[in-house]
């Protein structure tokens, strides 16, 4: 299904990790992260790393700080912004043929 030329190639870790920020997204919350990294139970702080830096490098993710650099947070990008609505209108899409 994720093969496609709109779906970026993610494992299961980089998918849980870009759907946890999109719901904390979702609900207005700032998503940390330190709260990634050492309050997740997906995976290993330096496996969390590694796949946060994947979703940098794939354009998926972005860090932002606050005023004084002291937090970093992590955003989503129009990409992966892109990415989600695809998904939403597939998932719309196949509810809709089972409707019929």
């Not at 590694?50 to 970093?72: C, F, H, P």
């Amino acid at each position: 299904m994720e093969q496609g030329p709109s779906f970026p190639k993610l494992d299961d870790i980089e998918r849980k990790l870009l759907n946890s920020i999109a719901e904390a997204s979702l609900d207005g919350k700032p998503f940390l992260i330190s709260d990634v990294i050492f309050a997740n139970s997906i995976g290993s702080p330096a496996t969390l790393s590694r796949r946060l830096t994947n979703l940098v490098n794939k354009e998926l993710i972005v860090y932002s700080s606050d005023g004084d650099n002291r937090k970093k947070f992590l955003e989503l990008t129009p990409k992966s912004k892109k990415y989600f609505a695809k998904l939403d209108e597939l998932i719309n899409a196949a509810s809709a043929k089972k409707t019929r």
